[in-house]
C-alpha cells in the first residue's frame, strides 16, 4: 500500500480498513502473483473429475457400479429388519401372571374382567371339586372355581378343607372375574396375582398330562392356559 492511499484514508477519518479495503482487493486480484496462480488451475481436470463423480453417483442410485451392490445390499436388510421388529413386538399377548397354590399361570388379559381380594364365600352342597362356592363381586352372584383342581393340579390344602366341610376353611387370595358374555357367570381363585406381561408362547404345545386347559408351558414353568376351553368349561 502506498502513501497517497493511507493518507487518503486518514484525511476522510477513516481506518485504512474501512476506505481503502474495496480498492486494495481490487488491486491484489490484479497483481501478476495472484493472476498467474489461477492460470495454473486446470479448469478443464476440475471438470473432468466433477463429471466422474456425478456419473458414479447416478450409476450408485441407479443400480450400477462398484457402490451399487453395497447400496443394495444395505438397503436389503434394512427392509428385512423391521418386518421382524414388528413380527416380535406383536408376539406378545398381554397376560396376567397368577400363581395358585403350587401352579404359575398365564391368563390373557382380554377374557379377564375384575380382580378383587377374596370376598366373602358360601359353600355348595353337592358341588363338584373345583367349584368352591359363589361369591358376589360388583353386585353379581357367580361360582368360584379353584384354578389349580380346574387344571387337575394336586388338591390344595385350602379345597380339601371345604372340600370336608372345616368351618373357618375360607380360603385367601384372589377372585378373577371372567368374561362369560352371556354365559354363566364366574370366577377363578388364585393365591397371588404377581403382574402384567406381554407374553410370547412357546410354539410347542403343552404335554398330554398338563391337562385340557393347558395350552403350553413356558420356559419358567409357567402354565399358558387355553382361555377359551376354559370358558366353555366354566360356562356349561
Known amino acids: ?71 443394495l445390499a444395505r438397503r436389503a436388510e434394512d427392509l428385512a429388519e423391521i418386518p421382524q421388529i414388528h413380527e416380535e413386538e406383536s408376539a406378545g399377548i398381554p397376560m396376567l401372571v397368577a400363581r395358585g397354590d403350587e401352579t404359575l399361570y398365564g391368563l390373557e388379559l382380554r377374557h379377564l374382567g ?6 366373602r364365600l358360601a359353600r355348595v352342597p353337592g358341588a363338584p371339586p373345583a367349584v368352591l362356592g359363589v361369591i358376589a363381586v360388583a353386585g353379581r352372584v357367580m361360582r368360584l372355581f379353584d384354578l389349580d383342581r380346574l387344571c387337575n393340579g394336586p388338591l390344595a390344602s385350602v379345597s380339601a378343607a371345604l372340600a370336608r366341610g372345616d368351618a373357618g376353611a375360607d380360603p385367601s387370595g384372589y377372585a378373577i372375574v371372567l368374561r362369560t358374555g ?54 356349561t
Open 114 to 119: 375384575h380382580i378383587v381380594p377374596m370376598p
Open 182 to 235: 352371556a354365559g354363566r357367570p364366574a370366577a377363578l381363585r388364585v393365591r397371588e396375582v404377581e403382574r402384567v406381561a406381554d407374553i410370547v408362547p412357546p410354539r410347542g404345545s403343552a404335554p398330554a398330562e398338563a391337562g385340557p386347559l393347558v395350552r403350553a408351558i413356558a420356559a419358567d414353568r409357567m402354565a399358558i392356559l387355553d382361555m377359551a376351553a376354559l370358558l366353555d368349561l366354566v360356562k
Open 1 to 71: 500500500m502506498d502513501d497517497t492511499l493511507a493518507g487518503a484514508g486518514a484525511a476522510n477519518g477513516m481506518g485504512v480498513g474501512a476506505g481503502a479495503a474495496p480498492l486494495i482487493a481490487a488491486l491484489e486480484s490484479a497483481s501478476p502473483e495472484r493472476a498467474a496462480a489461477r492460470a495454473a488451475i486446470d479448469w478443464d481436470d476440475v471438470h473432468r473429475k466433477l463429471a466422474r463423480r456425478n456419473a458414479d453417483l447416478e450409476a450408485t442410485f441407479a443400480g450400477r457400479g462398484p457402490w451399487a451392490d453395497a447400496v
